[in-house]
Structures are given as C-alpha cells and as structure tokens.
C-alpha cells in the first residue's frame, strides 16, 4: 500500500473502506447475537446463558475495533497519499 505502482491508487482505498464496512456488519451481528442472548435471560436464566452474556462481546468485539481503527489510519494515509498536501488542487 502506499506505492500504487500497479494501477489505480484509489483500488487500495475502496478495499480498506470496504474492509471497514464488513467489520462493522460483524459488528452489528455480534451486538444482535447479544440482544438475542439477552432476551433469552429474561425470559430464563440460565447459568450457560449467564455465562456467555459476562464474557461478551468480549475479544471478538474488541478485535473488530481494532481493527476498523487501524484500518481508519491506513485511509488516512492512503488519502495523503493520493491528495498530498502540497497538492494545489
């Protein structure tokens, strides 16, 4: 990343967005699972639900948002790459 030697420099820049946009649907799903569990200790408790719901979203979650954020530094730098500041447009 960074060089565009190959081609089109925005390429590198669609899949970080895209790869941010798929960690936030997992993300989004992993909160849904949890409501879902959650729901089911409302209506029962259960010492495996209970369990589960203590340990959630827990490292899953946590990896996720490492990763978006990483991935948002990377856009960054893949824009002032291709915009750089010195550019007078």
């Given at each position: 990343?960074g060089?565009?030697s190959?081609?089109?420099?925005f ?14 649907l ?12 959650v ?19 827990g ?9 978006v954020?990483?991935n ?16 007078p447009?």
């Open positions: 990343m060089t565009h190959s081609g089109d420099p390429g590198p820049l669609y899949r970080l967005l895209d790869e941010i946009q798929g960690a936030h997992e993300m989004g799903r992993m909160v849904e699972e949890y409501k879902v569990l729901e089911r200790l409302e209506e029962r408790r259960s010492e495996d639900d209970l369990r589960l719901a203590r340990a959630l979203p490292a899953r979650y946590t990896v996720a948002t490492t990763f954020r990483e948002w530094l990377k856009v960054d730098a893949e824009i002032r790459t291709i915009f750089p500041r010195d550019d447009a």
